[in-house]
């Protein structure tokens, strides 16, 4: 079965500090991927997707970007935090077996982000 | 920004007696799905039901979908305080969004013991 790595798991940065926290997927291949973020006590929103290695799509402009380097591999990055960008961050990759485009999301543990 | 919206934001029940959530949306939908998180941790896929379905069960889970009043609502019966945790209903349009879910804002259900 399928598996999601997420690292790390928390985090705590100071306003102006780079990011990169880290997706990797096990038991799969060429899954969509997603990046969601969660403020505290609300829904999620979507950040980014990617259907393959290289190709991503914003969701919303933001402080943000994303990076797929290989085909299970998801990183999302900043040059510089904010404190709006305080969240639980979110991957998510296509349950196995489940439709490309319609089936169900399975998600890792979530890093959460402190930006101070 | 979110399509789906739960209702209640918040539910507080006994152990045994049933919880009922609803969620609304506002496009076209393909399925609706809903999902569990327990605290601080990722969400799990309980139930998808797809937009030509109006009911479906998986063991103590009931979900209904009505597509004419855009709504949807996931029935726990007999709950338990192991199901205590919040509840989001996302959408998925289907066609060329690329799986893409919009997520509601969440019930937080506390069941208590």
């Known amino acids: 079965s399928q598996t999601i790595h997420q690292w790390p798991a928390t985090l705590v940065q100071p306003v102006g500090s780079p990011l990169s926290l880290e997706c990797t997927v096990e038991?799969?291949?060429?899954?969509?991927l997603y990046w969601y973020r969660q403020a505290a006590g609300r829904g999620l929103q979507l950040l980014f997707y990617s259907v393959g290695i290289g190709q991503i799509s914003s969701e919303v402009p933001q402080n943000l970007s994303a990076s797929r380097p290989q085909d299970r591999q998801f990183i999302l990055s900043s040059k510089k935090l904010l404190l709006s960008d305080s969240g639980f961050y979110l991957c998510?990759?296509?349950?196995?077996?489940?439709?490309?485009?319609?089936?169900?999301?399975?998600f890792g543990e979530g890093s959460r982000l402190t930006v101070l | 920004s979110q399509q789906g919206e739960e209702d209640p934001q918040a539910l507080s029940i006994q152990e045994g007696e049933n919880a009922t959530m609803n969620c609304s949306y506002k496009t076209s939908i393909n399925n609706l799905q809903w999902y569990r998180q327990n605290s601080g941790r990722g969400l799990v896929h309980l139930i998808l039901i797809r937009s030509n379905e109006r009911e479906k069960h998986s063991g103590r889970l009931r979900v209904t979908l009505d597509t004419s009043k855009k709504s949807s609502s996931l029935l726990i019966t007999a709950s338990r305080a192991a199901d205590t945790a919040s509840y989001f209903c996302a959408t998925n349009a289907g066609g060329t969004s690329y799986g893409k879910l919009t997520f509601g804002q969440g019930t937080i259900l506390t069941v208590h013991p």
């Open positions: 038991g799969t291949s060429n899954p969509n």
């Open positions: 998510a990759c296509k349950g196995q077996g489940s439709a490309p485009n319609t089936g169900e999301l399975f």
